[in-house]
């Protein structure tokens, strides 16, 4: 049993993954406090949430700053109102906080969950493109300064709670031969269109995309999981929370959702985390470990649950997968390229100026750009230079996908 509060800044309150984080506090008011939330776009939910919580300090966009301020002084809360990465930074390496949820959807979330790590915090770690792009400085920080990250993507949690205690506390330890690891898999539930042709995704609106058959999410992730670059995504995150390679870790689609992930032993064991399909399961899980809290979801039903489906993933029709392989091989400038590209494709996607199959054709058009390849070998995971590095790569990503998706519009071969 927790002995004082553990004092939670919450990176995305106004998200999916806040909203069930702040669900799971609900439920626990003798164990957490809330020191922070910050929200960038949804300013009346962020007020809403600062007035039942009280935290000390919220952060939101430069340009809903001042709104947000009046609005809080209106409120006659004493919050203290940051903006910003300044305001986000500040937030997660703030001494009064023990816990970092680093949910912030994207890029965006970079900076504020490495100075998290480099301020020794606990951190849940939801945000997975903060490894995809800087997976080797992330990890190096939070070891130089003793930051626990503790994965609450439930794939990467189901994982986490299959492997033994002593690689839990040290990843490196995977790959001693006592304990046997063989191979990871990571699940997937196939997204909308697993029982769909290619043509029918060419021709898929954004609600049918954003339709997701088991979870519930939001729009970005939603049509990152319709691709399978969801997945990419997380075989390149898992790469660097279990230092493993990408041959290491196998994707197999399991539409039930059910098991959410696997270890592969050497003796033939598999170990797998079953559980009904809700975040509140792995951050509930995150937020006590190592012990265990209710999280308010419903459990599963063994006897209705029936059979269990699994398939292997056609990487022609889900060709995002496939890119991930070949940048996670590539390296560190490649996942930047990946990651970026994608953002900027998917961005276009929602707003019906490409089609969904588009999505991989712009990141691999841009993967394949020389000027940006050019710089795949550089040393992104560097203490000093790295994030400067990570961030003009990003910069430089955007603008070359954004005349990407101009020149597709056009009719143009990419």
């Not at 399909?277 to 039903?301: C, F, N, Q, W």
Request: hydrophobic share 45%.
């Amino acid at each position: 049993m927790a002995d004082t509060l553990q004092s939670l800044a919450i990176l995305g309150a106004t998200g999916s993954i806040g909203d069930s984080t702040l669900a799971i506090i609900r439920q626990h008011p003798n164990r957490y406090r809330i020191h922070a939330l910050t929200g960038f776009s949804r300013v009346d939910k962020l007020l809403a949430l600062a007035m039942e919580f009280h935290p000390v300090k919220i952060c939101t966009s430069p340009d809903n700053y001042a709104q947000l301020s009046q609005k809080v002084t209106d409120a006659g809360l004493d919050t203290i109102i940051l903006s910003g990465d300044e305001g986000l930074i500040e937030i997660a390496s703030d001494e009064a906080v023990d816990t970092v949820v680093a949910a912030i959807v994207g890029a965006a979330g970079l900076s504020s969950t490495l100075a998290a790590a480099g301020a020794g915090k606990r951190i849940l770690l939801a945000n997975k493109e903060s490894l995809v792009m800087a997976g080797d400085l992330v990890i190096k920080t939070a070891k130089k300064h003793g930051a626990t990250i503790l994965p609450i993507d439930s794939e990467h949690n189901a994982i986490y709670q299959c492997l033994p205690a002593a690689i839990q506390a040290d990843n490196t330890a995977i790959h001693h031969t006592s304990y046997g690891i063989k191979k990871l898999w990571l699940t997937a539930s196939g997204g909308s269109f697993l029982d769909k042709s290619i043509k029918q995704m060419q021709n898929a609106s954004v609600k049918e995309a954003v339709n997701h058959p088991n979870w519930s999410m939001g729009q970005k992730i939603s049509i990152d999981s319709a691709t399978m670059m969801n997945k990419g995504l997380e075989l390149i995150e898992a790469c660097h929370l279990f230092d493993l390679k990408e041959h290491q870790i196998q994707v197999v689609i399991h539409p039930n959702s059910v098991v959410h992930s696997l270890v592969e032993y050497v003796d033939g064991s598999f170990l797998a985390q079953l559980g009904t399909p809700d975040m509140k399961t792995p951050i509930a899980h995150a937020l006590a470990y190592p012990e265990r809290i209710k999280s308010g979801v419903m459990p599963l039903d063994l006897y209705q649950l029936g059979s269990l489906k699994f398939l292997a993933p056609d990487l022609d029709k889900f060709a995002c997968l496939k890119l991930a392989r070949y940048a996670a091989r590539l390296g560190t400038g490649a996942c930047i390229a990946l990651n970026t590209a994608n953002e900027i494709a998917v961005e276009a996607f929602l707003a019906e100026k490409i089609c969904l199959t588009d999505i991989a054709v712009i990141v691999k058009a841009c993967l394949d750009d020389k000027t940006i390849a050019q710089d795949y070998s550089q040393d992104f995971g560097d203490e000093v230079l790295g994030l400067e590095r990570i961030l003009t790569m990003d910069k430089k990503v955007r603008k070359i996908a954004t005349a990407k998706i101009k020149l597709l519009k056009q009719g143009d071969v990419l």
